[in-house]
């Protein structure tokens, strides 16, 4: 079975690599295409060394841009790409640009589609990521779900049973796999940072560090809180510039971008992370570290319910409040959502291995055997052999 894995920006690389090991693990042939869309050092290669992946077999370099460009610029390198390696499926994750780009070219050559991170939904449209989970989700054929909320939606949406697989979440696998790797690394007393004695922070959302107002009310909140904590902020490209330009507060500390392994061990140590990242909140969720999202909306809403977040907005006074309420309490116990166990990149093969042999049977057992290339689309390959929903999952949801 030939497996294209596709990876493009931060986020991607610490979910494609569990599914990459258990595919392997199952005798996939597996080709990692990069796209591109992060480029930097700080951005890219750290995760490859940090995490054990190894160097992509295609390069995009599709790079920055406008979102028509860059995910123009994913398609046009993917497609002649992607019809010359024929794949048997194409796995895409999570929900930036490069996940979308790469779901289009998939779903109109032909080959089965999976999306890891199925479901996930905000509700908010004016957030980019959202238009690139509705999409991607409406032309996969598998739909991998992290969580009972992302099957609810999926189901209310209208998929088949037979697309919906719950298997957990593949953040989750990377984080519990790496966690004793980054607490050993020195990380904390390379920074001169105490456990406990600190909170971390992350912003990046366009809605947060493009308009000069929101980021303007925003840092005075920062200097609020480090009055009690002091902050340690690594800065997404998208938002350095802007965060030295607008002169940041004295006891918010701006380092660079940090590479997983030492992000890991700032987010464990931390006495609270304030941010506006998706990962981050699941991360805090099973580590246990208070979270509050500056955000109005979330699309991991298990984070929520069963977790360590807190959705605070981008009022300063509401952040201030709650981060104070925060650390006057004693720490949370560590959330643990279901399935989200260190399993889900071999759940997440065991489907694909289990779709792929039923087609290779279906196919087969034609009066006249048709060609397996990925430019045919076959009616044969809509619909994946087995769901991977627990029956006691299955109870919540009727
Ligand atoms: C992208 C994703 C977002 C994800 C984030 C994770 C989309 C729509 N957005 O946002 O969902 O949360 O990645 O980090 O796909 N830049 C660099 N070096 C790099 C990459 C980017 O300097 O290696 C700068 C460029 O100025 C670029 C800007 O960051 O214009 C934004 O990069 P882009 O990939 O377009 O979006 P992100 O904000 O990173
Ligand atoms: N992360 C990292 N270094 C940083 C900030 C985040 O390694 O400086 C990791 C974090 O642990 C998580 C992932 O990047 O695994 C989240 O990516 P990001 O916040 O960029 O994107 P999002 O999840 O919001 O799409």
Redesign the pocket.
């Known amino acids: 079975m030939r497996v294209i894995c596709v990876a493009g920006?931060?986020?991607n690389y610490m979910k494609v690599k569990p599914v990459m090991d258990a595919l392997e693990e199952r005798g996939a042939q597996v080709i990692l295409v990069h796209t591109g869309?992060?480029?930097?050092p700080a951005?890219?290669d750290v995760f490859f060394a940090d995490l054990c992946i190894r160097r992509p077999d295609y390069f995009l370099g599709a790079g920055?841009?406008t979102?028509a460009v860059?995910t123009c610029r994913v398609m046009t390198a993917f497609e002649p790409l992607a019809a010359e390696l024929a794949p048997d499926v194409v796995v895409v994750v999570?929900?930036?640009?490069?996940t979308l780009a790469c779901a289009l070219v998939t779903a109109k050559l032909g080959a089965p589609l999976a999306h890891v991170e199925a479901g996930l939904r905000s509700r908010d449209r004016s957030m980019?990521?959202e238009i690139?989970r509705l999409v991607t989700d409406r032309v996969s054929d598998y739909l991998f779900a992290p969580s009972a909320d992302a099957v609810a939606n999926l189901r209310a949406e209208g998929y088949g049973q037979e697309q919906i697989h719950l298997v957990g979440n593949v953040m989750v696998d990377t984080l519990l796999a790496n966690a004793s790797r980054a607490a050993a690394g020195g990380t904390l007393a390379r920074l001169g940072l105490r456990p406990g004695q600190y909170g971390l922070v992350t912003v990046?959302?366009?809605a947060n560090v493009d308009d000069p107002a929101v980021l303007g009310a925003l840092l005075p909140a920062l200097a609020e809180i480090s009055r009690s904590c002091p902050l340690v902020l690594p800065a997404?490209?998208?938002a350095a510039g802007r965060l030295h330009s607008a002169g940041l507060p004295a006891g918010v500390r701006i380092i660079p971008p940090a590479g997983y392994l030492d992000f890991i061990a700032l987010e464990a140590s931390a006495r609270l992370v304030l941010t506006d990242?998706?990962g981050v909140q699941e991360e805090t969720t099973v580590l246990g570290v208070p979270c509050l999202t500056l955000r109005d909306s979330t699309e991991r809403p298990i984070t929520l319910t069963e977790g360590t977040n807190q959705l605070v907005g981008r009022d300063p006074d509401r952040i201030v409040k709650a981060a104070l309420e925060v650390l006057a309490a004693p720490p949370p116990r560590p959330g643990n959502p279901a399935l989200w166990d260190g399993q889900a990149g071999q759940r997440i093969a065991a489907a694909l291995v289990a779709g792929h042999d039923a087609r290779s049977q279906r196919v087969a057992s034609l009066p006249e055997r048709r060609s397996g290339s990925a430019t045919s689309r076959s009616s044969t390959h809509r619909s994946p052999a087995v769901g991977l929903l627990p029956e006691s999952i299955e109870e919540t949801l009727r």
């Open positions: 920006a931060r986020p869309q992060h480029y930097d951005m890219s920055s841009g979102h860059q999570g929900d930036v640009n490069s980019p990521e690139n990046h959302r366009p997404h490209p998208r990242s998706g």
